[in-house]
């Protein structure tokens, strides 16, 4: 299972409608928080994200997207916690997320860990990687994208036992890809027996950006793209200023990508919940756009 939960999707400053800046990404388990602007740690008990997570990766410093995370680990430290935290973020982290962690407090009750990383790094896991880029906002500002490893084809346990494979060892050996030597003496490949390796997910978030080609490379037939879509196109000139993107430009860059799926955020306050105009420039482009609300959870399933 792949899910993201949007906690906050308003630009700036929180509104009733919106919170800033906030997604949490719940995988196998895991669960990993992008971005956490003031209030995440309300928005995350309201919408039931676990507060079990390790991980919290920034992309950039702006205030909308960063000042829950004083709040946050107050309050995981009064919760008794001692799982450590790792926060990540572009140039930078050890000062602001330093500052930010050490407010209203003596000591932290937990390990903190902060790890400064920078765009075209690739941060490697078992099945999966985190795949860190530049953005066009401000300097030193990131997005990322979560990709899942190619899995392993289908193993057929009935071919198997029909070539006469003990089930064991061997069928993990050929599941992988192995040539085995069974018991008497055959030697088997796995062609017969494993169908075609199946693509990992992949799940990119943008952060706060204009529309750039870099974007557009790593949401290479992305199964789900999280665009900044700050501003209509009657704002275009304002978002190219600000270091955003229109709705129509998020498109686009959905568009060019062969993206599956096209999520709008980082709304600004002068519009309402639903944002019509938005959802109406970006599907004249890509008709697989939504907007993206808060408490809004969209399951990212295989594709086969
Ligand atoms: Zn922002
Ligand atoms: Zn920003």
Not at 226 to 234: K, Q
Request: net charge negative.
């Amino acid at each position: 299972m792949l899910s993201i939960t949007f906690l906050g999707t308003g630009a700036a400053c929180p509104s009733v409608e919106r919170n800033v800046a906030g997604l949490a990404l719940a995988r196998e388990g895991e669960t990993l928080l992008f971005d956490c602007g003031e209030g995440t740690q309300r928005q995350m008990m309201r919408y039931g994200v676990s507060f079990a997570f390790r991980e919290i990766f920034f992309t950039h410093y702006h205030a909308d997207h960063m000042l829950g995370v004083t709040g946050l680990m107050r309050t995981m430290g009064l919760q008794d916690r001692t799982l450590p935290v790792t926060l990540y973020g572009p140039r930078g982290a050890d000062r602001v997320l330093g500052a930010a962690i050490g407010l209203g407090i003596e000591r932290n009750r937990f390990p903190i860990d902060i790890k400064e990383i920078a765009a075209g790094e690739r941060i490697r896991r078992d099945d999966y990687d985190i795949v860190v880029f530049p953005a066009d906002h401000r300097a030193d500002t990131v997005g990322f994208a979560l990709v899942e490893h190619t899995r392993l084809g289908r193993f057929n346990p009935e071919r198997a036992r029909k070539l006469g494979v003990p089930e064991g060892p061997l069928w993990g050996k050929l599941h992988k890809g192995e040539t085995v030597e069974l018991p008497d003496g055959r030697r088997l490949g796995p062609e017969d027996l494993v169908g075609q390796p199946r693509r990992g997910r992949t799940v990119v978030y943008t952060g706060d950006t204009r529309p750039t080609l870099g974007v557009i490379e790593v949401a290479r037939g992305a199964d789900l793209l999280i665009h900044d879509s700050t501003f209509g196109e009657e704002e275009r000139a304002r978002a190219e200023e600000t270091g955003h993107s229109t709705a129509a430009q998020a498109a686009e860059v959905a568009r060019e990508a062969g993206a599956r799926r096209l999520v709008l955020t980082h709304i600004s306050p002068r519009y309402t919940r639903e944002a019509p105009e938005l959802l109406a420039e970006a599907k004249a482009v890509f008709p697989e756009s939504i907007v993206a609300r808060d408490g809004l959870t969209i399951d990212v399933p295989f594709v086969d």
